[in-house]
């Protein structure tokens, strides 16, 4: 199949699936459990069934196409990524490693593939966290690892629950066990996926072979102080829980940036009550999402924020409550199928570089149980989870025609 009519084929999908957003004319916004998550759904279903797929979706919500092998019951070859997005994000992240999924069964097909085990492209539910703050929803519920009581413990910042949105988009939450997949019937899981940081823009370098993933730890912080006039009240007198809050927020970018290893730290959600400009604030919330390829700087950091939340409310007469929202520890993925595609690079002439990926993915969940890889495409000037997020439709072809190569050699081994 020639490359042009490759690139084509993702860029009308890509294309097509941008409709499908939250905030149109401001970039990509599909959270879970939302109609535009539903529209998102059903294209990739109507793709999927026009390359010659067999199409479900899960209890979880995720949606898979499946290509059957010689013997089905054999451990299968697994290719996909996410079908949401952040808030006001691009039209690549995820979305366009489930497309390319896609591809690659229709190039299975071209090849004339006969495949001994079962092949499935799969959109996962939910990987950004976005809406609950937590992270890896879909994925995880494959693995078994989500049950009823996570999806009542989780809520969004309007109070409602993962289970109550499963239920208005249609999905029943007491079912979510049975999006779990068999042990041993998922043999590898491939990932395509924008870089979202900058080394293959900046280096020119076609395409990225992930060798590692960060390990990420997610928390909302609420702080309580005491609602005042902001005229009257004496500053002794205060429980100013923004005042004590910001004493910890100003501290964890240094707390990161002392690691002088690639860890990060982010508090990228604040929320002040009532949020008046002349009252003392009661209550605070802030997210704090930190990461790193060294576990222990993860725990180190969060041990941090918690003695200076102890410290500053205590300071200030008021108190705290820190809510785990996701822990996952960083993953090395399959060197084995980074030298096959390590190799087809250099027989093709594409340049490419291993690196580890500082952002999260499916792949960093399944690569805990499974053997596990992923491909980056470059994110011009490294931008990403903003509507300025680009790829070339071109270097997604590339990277599908390498990993439909991998898949090959996976399923006729
Ligand atoms: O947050 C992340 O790193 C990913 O984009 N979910
Ligand atoms: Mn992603
Ligand atoms: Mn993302």
Redesign the pocket.
């Known amino acids: 199949m020639p490359m042009e009519m490759i690139t084509g084929r993702i860029a009308t999908n890509l294309e097509g699936l941008k409709q499908f957003t939250a905030t149109p004319g401001e970039g990509c916004t599909r959270l879970p459990f939302t109609k535009e998550a539903r529209g998102a759904v059903d294209y990739l279903k109507g793709i999927m069934a026009d390359a010659g797929l067999e199409v479900w979706e899960d209890a979880a919500g995720n949606v898979f196409g499946l290509m059957k092998g010689e013997d089905p019951d054999a451990p299968c070859v697994m290719m996909g990524s996410?079908y949401d997005s952040?808030i006001k994000g691009g039209d690549f992240?995820?979305i366009a490693g489930v497309v390319c999924a896609i591809e690659a069964a229709r190039q299975l097909k071209e090849r004339g593939v006969v495949p001994k085990r079962n092949f499935v492209a799969v959109g996962f539910c939910d990987?950004?966290?976005?809406r609950f703050g937590t992270?890896?929803f879909g994925s995880g519920a494959m693995l078994g690892n989500r049950d009823v009581e996570y999806c009542k413990k989780f809520k969004d910042t309007d109070g409602i629950s993962i289970y109550d949105a499963m239920k208005g988009y249609g999905l029943d939450p007491e079912r979510i066990g049975e999006a779990k997949w068999k042990e041993g019937s998922i043999g590898s899981f491939l990932e395509l996926h924008i870089e979202?940081g900058p080394v293959l823009d900046a280096e020119h370098v076609e395409l990225g072979l992930v060798n590692c993933i960060v390990g990420?730890q997610r928390y909302m912080v609420t702080v309580h102080g005491r609602s005042d006039h902001a005229g009257t009240t004496p500053m002794d007198m205060r429980l100013d829980a923004v005042d004590a809050a910001t004493k910890v927020i100003s501290k964890i970018a240094d707390w990161a940036r002392e690691k002088a290893d690639g860890t990060v730290a982010t508090v990228g959600y604040i929320h002040t009550v009532p949020g008046g400009m002349n009252i003392v604030a009661e209550q605070v919330e802030f997210t704090v999402?930190i990461?790193s390829s060294n576990n222990d700087n993860i725990n180190d950091i969060t041990k941090r924020i918690r003695a200076a939340l102890d410290y500053e409310t205590k300071q200030m007469g008021g108190s705290y409550e820190m809510e785990n929202k996701l822990t996952i520890t960083p993953v090395m993925l399959s060197e084995e199928m980074l030298d096959i595609m390590e190799e087809d690079c250099k027989a093709k002439g594409y340049s490419c570089k291993r690196l580890a990926?500082?952002?999260?993915?499916d792949s960093l969940e399944i690569g805990q149980v499974l053997p596990t890889v992923m491909l980056f495409v470059p994110s011009k000037d490294g931008r990403?989870?903003c509507q300025v997020e680009f790829t070339k439709y071109s270097d997604f072809a590339k990277a599908s025609v390498i990993m439909t190569d991998l898949a090959e050699k996976l399923l006729t081994r």
């Open positions: 996410h952040v992240d995820g990987e950004e966290g976005m992270g890896y979202q990420i999402d990461r990926s500082g952002a999260g993915h990403s989870h």
